[in-house]
């Protein structure tokens, strides 16, 4: 029942009554500015920073030592030619996908259950996940220093793999949640009365739209987790070492900020890649669940 | 003067002209609609006279002024809009107090006339409430009553019933056209209902693809559509392809694959000029047997279809060589022996001035 | 669903609160924990508060973080306000990208870019400046995405109805909008506030030597050695955040409601 006036026409509709181009410069200026200033220049230095050699007291040669002499890929070639770089990227990346795995496996029924609850509970059952989450990041890592010291299993790969699902867990449970809470129950009756059991149902029917929700969780969980430093350092042990660790032992330790910031690269493009996945299947998730809905 | 005087804009959106070198003229006190189909610019329209769009080409003009640049804010136009737009955290009485606030006018007078306007529209009691609290007919009358408090020069309806059910939708139309009458104020109304249109308003202007087909009264857009977007978008109409073959027996001569039509023709159709007889249903005649037709035009056929709704029937009549002729038939008109039933044969025939010949 | 596979979903999803909930539990009751090991209840104490009252770097660390979380989610409502109502109304299509990545990349990235930029280009000292900006430049994006979701659910002809009432563009912004993103913003800074009281990471890289926040002062003790005394702060911080979480649901629904 819409007029004439499409949404195209009105997105293309001119700023009006004097109130011309200048509101809108207004209001995007001073945030774009700030952005500009203290997070694109800096991002866009990490990288110029990841093409220069250390300065003789830690840091970088100076910038006004000029860019042309002052050019290298040292950096990169230390990281291409060590095979401890790799590997402990790989790790990374196992680390970070256990932890994902996980915390669908802990965040399903969990989510599940959310989703059925009436509605008068179900607000109650997600305050109860992220209050949790309300607390200091540290206090919960703390948390399992003082649980698993005792039984003998801090600094091990699984205190650091606990530590991580904790930390993470409720950005899993969040998004699959609101993503369960969605389907209609008539899918399931649906697929009931054609004859589909209980495991069939969810296999065929649940699972499957619940895809979106399962990718946009997994990002949420997998990009933090392959940057993470913290967790790994105060309940892994001293083999526990992941991108995150490298990358802060080169800024404040060795003071050796080039490859700190090749290895910062490293992990940029390690978590685009990932993004792009997580994307590119929850859309295609999404495509899936408009056409049944 | 003309209170609004739209000379000759258009409006282009890319490579769409939404409006296309529109020139009209509204007079104060009337009651205006522009009619279209979705997509014909009389949104576009009545967004350039509110202000929230500029014309490209071509002037509008408020009481003889030109309106090119002034805010939205600045003009004595309001608008009601298609979702109402009834500000979500402010009561009804604050929505309708909004413009007289704006326009700074003292606090009595905004009470006063708040009140005032709430009788207006029947909502007296509702002055308290939020708009979540309302109706979308309570709604509407909101939207009615902050338009017109502050008697605006022009008041803009932008598809307001749209929301409605249907039977509301008939019920508000009577409200609207009481209310216009009681404050005075000038009403332009956008709808792409046609019925809607031809109830409410004193003149129409029927768009298309950005043009004004036809500007007109009510009755004569009905009886005397100027072209066939005009006859065949403004209610049911048989359109009967033919070409001007002269003169005789008093009235003009059509010649049609059905055969020879009897019509009025306008003065200054000339024998060999091509178009349509565009023939309203409801003046079309059915009978059992053509002898009974003493008309001109009457031909043998049988009944194809028939769409029974209550107090009419839509009769689809196949006539020789396969036309079809569309009749709507009164159900209770007396002396009806009996309903037809698909594959009657029956004749269909009508008076020579029943039909427009509509020329191109 | 049947009655079975009912009892295992409550027994999965209430095994899985446990996971949540314990060890913060064993975090508060080890504060009221009358010994200096964390290994076995021996009484009830609040001598780790009062510990906690005399520790004149505790206090500092604390008071900078509630100076720099008051003032940085401050900046940040109005400037991620700005974002949000910039992105919703303008749809700029690289504006969602600069204000939201630095929301969703690893932490530790934003940290060690601003401690270059920081140390590298700026030449700065470390402290107090840098954290405060650090924290506003990771907040934005947050309060953005708030505000965003407050004005997609709003009827866009509220904003043309007020200017065709006769409000200017400022008058629409203050009667209409201001009060209709209200809610927004109060959760926006809630949220900012918890986030930047919170930080760690960052915090972590440009804080430098001489200003310390709470977290850091946490990891610092956590470091060394397992002391009631982090559990007692842990604790407070823990109610502090409960507290914000608690208003933000309750008092911002209020507002909400007005609202609609």
Request: glycine residues 10%; charged residues 25%; hydrophobic residues 40%.
């Given at each position: 029942m819409r007029g004439c006036?499409?949404?195209?026409?009105?997105?293309?509709?001119?700023?009006?009554?004097?109130?011309?181009?200048?509101?809108r410069w207004i209001v995007t200026g001073p945030p774009v500015a700030f952005l500009l200033a203290f997070f694109l220049v800096p991002a866009l230095i990490v990288v110029a920073a990841s093409f220069r050699e250390p300065g003789e007291f830690g840091g970088l040669v100076p910038l006004a030592a000029g860019f042309a002499n002052a050019l290298s890929l040292e950096a990169y070639r230390f990281l291409l030619g060590d095979l401890v770089y790799a590997e402990i990227f790989a790790i990374s990346f196992l680390v970070a996908l256990a932890t994902t795995v996980i915390c669908i496996a802990a965040a399903y029924p969990l989510a599940w259950l959310i989703a059925r609850s009436p509605r008068r509970r179900r607000d109650l059952l997600v305050l109860l996940v992220i209050l949790p989450f309300a607390s200091n990041f540290l206090v919960r890592i703390y948390a399992w220093i003082m649980l698993l010291g005792p039984a003998n299993l801090l600094y091990t790969p699984f205190a650091v793999i606990v530590g991580m699902v904790y930390v993470h867990l409720p950005f899993m449970v969040l998004p699959l949640y609101t993503n369960l809470e969605k389907h209609d129950p008539a899918l399931l009756e649906a697929a009931q009365d054609l004859g589909a059991n209980a495991w069939t149902r969810f296999w065929r029917v649940t699972f499957p739209l619940s895809l979106p929700g399962i990718y946009s969780g997994s990002a949420l969980v997998f990009i933090p987790v392959l940057g993470m430093f913290a967790v790994p350092e105060l309940l892994g042990g001293t083999g526990d070492i992941l991108i995150g660790n490298l990358i802060k032992e080169q800024f404040l330790d060795n003071r050796d900020w080039p490859l700190g910031s090749a290895l910062s690269i490293g992990l940029t493009i390690a978590v685009l890649a990932f993004a792009a996945l997580a994307a590119a299947g929850a859309r295609r998730g999404l495509k899936g669940t408009e056409a049944v809905s | 003067m003309a209170l609004l005087e739209i000379r000759n804009v258009t409006r282009r959106f890319g490579s769409l002209v939404a409006v296309d070198r529109v020139s009209l003229a509204i007079e104060a006190g009337e009651f205006f609609t522009l009619l279209g189909p979705s997509g014909c610019g009389k949104t576009t329209l009545l967004r350039m006279i509110a202000g929230f769009d500029e014309p490209d080409e071509g002037?509008?003009?408020?009481?003889?002024?030109?309106?090119?640049?002034?805010?939205?804010?600045?003009?004595?136009?309001?608008?009601?809009?298609?979702?109402?737009?009834?500000?979500?955290?402010?009561?009804?009485?604050?929505?309708?107090?909004?413009?007289?606030?704006?326009?700074?006018?003292?606090?009595?007078?905004?009470?006063?006339?708040?009140?005032?306007?709430?009788?207006?529209?029947?909502?007296?009691e509702k002055?308290?409430?939020?708009?979540?609290?309302?109706?979308?007919?309570?709604?509407?009358?909101?939207a009615l009553a902050r338009g017109l408090v502050n008697k605006p020069r022009l008041l803009l309806l932008d598809e307001p019933l749209g929301a409605l059910d249907a039977k509301l939708r008939v019920e508000m139309q009577v409200e609207l056209i009481n209310l216009q009458r009681d404050v005075g104020v000038t009403f332009v109304f956008v709808t792409h209902a046609q019925q809607e249109a031809l109830a409410l308003s004193h003149r129409i202007a029927v768009m298309s693809q950005g043009r004004v087909e036809q500007l007109d009264t009510p009755d004569r857009l009905y009886t005397a559509p100027a072209s066939r977007f005009v006859a065949d978008f403004i209610g049911k109409i048989n359109l009967i392809e033919a070409e001007v073959a002269g003169n005789a027996h008093g009235h003009l001569m059509l010649r049609s694959a059905m055969g020879d039509l009897a019509a009025d023709l306008p003065p200054d159709a000339r024998p060999g000029a091509r178009g349509a007889l565009a023939l309203r249903p409801e003046l079309v005649r059915v009978a059992e047997r053509l002898e009974t037709l003493e008309l001109r035009n009457r031909f043998a056929g049988h009944v194809k279809d028939l769409l029974y709704e209550g107090d009419v029937t839509l009769y689809t009549v196949e006539v020789e060589g396969g036309f079809v002729i569309e009749a709507l038939l009164a159900n209770a008109?007396?002396?009806?022996?009996?309903?037809?039933?698909?594959?009657?044969?029956?004749?269909?025939?009508?008076?020579?001035?029943?039909g427009v010949f509509i020329r191109g | 669903m049947k009655p079975r596979s009912q009892w295992l979903l409550w027994a999965a999803s209430l095994a899985v609160y446990g996971f949540l909930y314990v060890p913060l539990a064993v975090v508060v009751i080890f504060s009221f924990n009358d010994s200096t090991l964390n290994a076995e209840w021996v009484g009830f104490t609040l001598s780790w508060y009062r510990k906690l009252m005399t520790d004149g770097e505790m206090l500092r660390a604390a008071g900078n973080s509630v100076a720099i979380a008051l003032l940085s989610s401050s900046v940040a409502t109005v400037l991620g306000a700005m974002a949000g109502i910039?992105?919703?109304?303008?749809?700029?299509?690289?504006?969602?990208?600069?204000?939201?990545?630095?929301?969703a990349m690893p932490e530790i990235l934003l940290g060690v870019s601003l401690l270059l930029f920081f140390r590298q280009v700026l030449d700065l000292t470390l402290g107090f400046f840098s954290i405060l900006v650090a924290h506003i430049t990771f907040s934005i994006g947050f309060v953005a995405v708030i505000v965003r979701a407050r004005l997609a659910g709003m009827d866009e002809g509220i904003f043309e109805a007020a200017r065709d009432?006769?409000?200017?563009?400022?008058?629409?912004?203050?009667?209409?909008?201001?009060?209709?993103?209200?809610p927004a913003l109060v959760a926006g800074f809630l949220m900012s506030f918890t986030l930047s009281i919170d930080d760690f990471v960052i915090t972590f890289f440009v804080a430098g030597v001489g200003v310390t926040t709470l977290p850091l002062q946490i990891y610092s003790m956590i470091k060394v050695a397992v002391t009631p005394e982090v559990n007692a702060v842990s604790t407070l911080l823990m109610a502090l955040t409960l507290t914000l979480v608690i208003v933000a649901t309750r008092v911002a629904p209020d507002i909400v409601r007005r609202g609609r």
């Open positions: 006036s499409s949404v195209d026409e009105r997105r293309e509709e001119r700023e009006v009554g004097g109130a011309g181009g200048w509101t | 002037e509008l003009f408020l009481d003889g002024k030109p309106l090119a640049g002034i805010a939205p804010e600045k003009r004595p136009v309001h608008t009601v809009f298609q979702s109402y737009a009834l500000f979500p955290h402010m009561t009804v009485a604050g929505n309708i107090a909004f413009p007289l606030e704006m326009a700074g006018r003292p606090r009595e007078e905004i009470e006063r006339r708040v009140r005032e306007t709430l009788s207006l529209v029947h909502l007296e002055g308290e409430a939020y708009p979540h609290e309302l109706s979308g007919g309570q709604k509407q009358r909101v008109s007396p002396g009806r022996a009996r309903l037809f039933k698909v594959g009657d044969a029956v004749a269909v025939g009508w008076r020579h001035d029943a | 910039a992105m919703h109304r303008y749809r700029f299509p690289w504006l969602p990208l600069l204000v939201l990545t630095p929301v009432l006769g409000a200017t563009p400022w008058m629409t912004f203050r009667r209409v909008t201001l009060p209709l993103i209200l």
